[in-house]
């Protein structure tokens, strides 16, 4: 027997290195007239490196304690962020002593107990609003530089910059560099002619980062320092707007936007078991160029059906 064009398509969708999880999925993907890309792991390689350690003055650290203690807090993470800042301890030589009571926090970052000491890493926009070393705090005289400065020095080089905070202090910024997909610009081309709506980006990360990455793949609607919440909102405000949604993402964060979609799709190789349980479909083989193969494969599909 001929097999029925929906189940072609998703052997097809194979072929490309899509995974998707039913017939009806495959259809929904032909349907959607506009998409929204996550930055960190999708648009992006997902495969930060760490560039820069800066101890404050305020936590009294040398930049291998900064780095050995973050490193140990970020431990447990699944977050690419995690993975540099483990990567590059690592690189130095440092040993990761082990983190207790352990806590994530989706587009915010992470908490643990190490040797003693609450150590929390993460958002800057986030974790300086919360310390006496913060903006807030910004004309008290301390020794080196001040949190607020070397965070926008570092997001106005593109990179993402987190905050180390030890027992409440402001200890110390690291600063990450990520590598934009080689197949990011021909993808979002490719998405804006099949749904002729533009695209827009949704992340956690700092507007700077976002703005910068947004004008390399030629994105202009871009929504930066979005909570997971923040990413479901700008879904449902195009979807109650008539738009049939094609989310793309990788992380914990992307999960309830994913699940909100029309029809999400979940980046593989990097991505979160979270969002890969939640999203419709899954890229197995590390390539964005996939998704627009996938939705017009389903398109092919559908007029064969009707
Ligand atoms: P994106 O939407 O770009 O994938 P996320 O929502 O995952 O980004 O993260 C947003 C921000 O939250 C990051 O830029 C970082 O500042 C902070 N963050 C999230 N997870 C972590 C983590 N494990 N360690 C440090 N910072 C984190
Ligand atoms: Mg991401």
Redesign the pocket.
């Given at each position: 027997a001929t097999m029925p064009p929906l189940l072609s398509a998703i052997a097809n969708a194979g072929r490309h290195g899509v995974l998707v999880k039913s017939a009806v999925v495959m259809e929904r993907l032909g349907q959607v007239d506009a998409v929204a890309l996550?930055?960190?792991?999708?648009l992006t390689e997902g495969t930060p490196q760490l560039t820069d350690v800066v101890p404050l003055a305020g936590g009294r650290l040398t930049e291998g304690e900064l780095l050995t203690l973050a490193a140990a807090a970020?431990h447990p993470?699944e977050?690419p962020?995690?993975r540099a800042?483990l990567d590059a301890a690592r690189a130095r030589g440092l040993a990761v002593p082990t983190a207790h009571g352990f806590a994530?926090a989706?587009?915010?970052?992470?908490t643990a107990t190490v040797g003693g000491r609450t150590v929390r890493?993460?958002?800057?926009a986030r974790l300086l609003g919360e310390t006496p070393h913060g903006p807030a705090a910004a004309a008290v005289p301390v020794t080196g530089r001040a949190a607020g400065a070397v965070v926008a020095e570092l997001e106005a080089g593109g990179r993402?910059?987190?905050v180390v905070q030890v027992d409440g202090v402001a200890a110390g910024v690291l600063g990450v560099a990520d590598r934009v997909r080689a197949d990011a610009v021909g993808t979002v081309a490719a998405l804006t002619s099949l749904t002729g709506v533009r695209p827009i980006l949704?992340?956690?990360?700092?507007p700077r980062a976002a703005a910068r990455l947004a004008g390399e793949v030629g994105i202009r609607d871009v929504r930066a320092g979005?909570l997971?919440g923040d990413k479901v909102a700008a879904v449902r405000e195009r979807q109650d707007a008539g738009r049939r949604l094609l989310v793309v993402?990788?992380?914990v964060?992307?999960a309830p936007a994913l699940a909100a979609a029309h029809t999400g799709v979940a980046m593989g190789r990097a991505g979160s078991d979270l969002a890969l349980e939640t999203a419709d479909a899954v890229i197995v083989r590390d390539e964005l160029a996939a998704v627009p193969a996938v939705v017009s494969l389903s398109r092919r599909a559908r007029r064969l059906v009707v």
């Amino acid at each position: 027997a001929t097999m029925p064009p929906l189940l072609s398509a998703i052997a097809n969708a194979g072929r490309h290195g899509v995974l998707v999880k039913s017939a009806v999925v495959m259809e929904r993907l032909g349907q959607v007239d506009a998409v929204a890309l996550d930055k960190t792991g999708t648009l992006t390689e997902g495969t930060p490196q760490l560039t820069d350690v800066v101890p404050l003055a305020g936590g009294r650290l040398t930049e291998g304690e900064l780095l050995t203690l973050a490193a140990a807090a970020e431990h447990p993470s699944e977050h690419p962020l995690a993975r540099a800042v483990l990567d590059a301890a690592r690189a130095r030589g440092l040993a990761v002593p082990t983190a207790h009571g352990f806590a994530s926090a989706p587009g915010i970052g992470v908490t643990a107990t190490v040797g003693g000491r609450t150590v929390r890493v993460g958002a800057p926009a986030r974790l300086l609003g919360e310390t006496p070393h913060g903006p807030a705090a910004a004309a008290v005289p301390v020794t080196g530089r001040a949190a607020g400065a070397v965070v926008a020095e570092l997001e106005a080089g593109g990179r993402t910059a987190m905050v180390v905070q030890v027992d409440g202090v402001a200890a110390g910024v690291l600063g990450v560099a990520d590598r934009v997909r080689a197949d990011a610009v021909g993808t979002v081309a490719a998405l804006t002619s099949l749904t002729g709506v533009r695209p827009i980006l949704l992340t956690g990360d700092n507007p700077r980062a976002a703005a910068r990455l947004a004008g390399e793949v030629g994105i202009r609607d871009v929504r930066a320092g979005l909570l997971p919440g923040d990413k479901v909102a700008a879904v449902r405000e195009r979807q109650d707007a008539g738009r049939r949604l094609l989310v793309v993402g990788d992380g914990v964060n992307d999960a309830p936007a994913l699940a909100a979609a029309h029809t999400g799709v979940a980046m593989g190789r990097a991505g979160s078991d979270l969002a890969l349980e939640t999203a419709d479909a899954v890229i197995v083989r590390d390539e964005l160029a996939a998704v627009p193969a996938v939705v017009s494969l389903s398109r092919r599909a559908r007029r064969l059906v009707v």
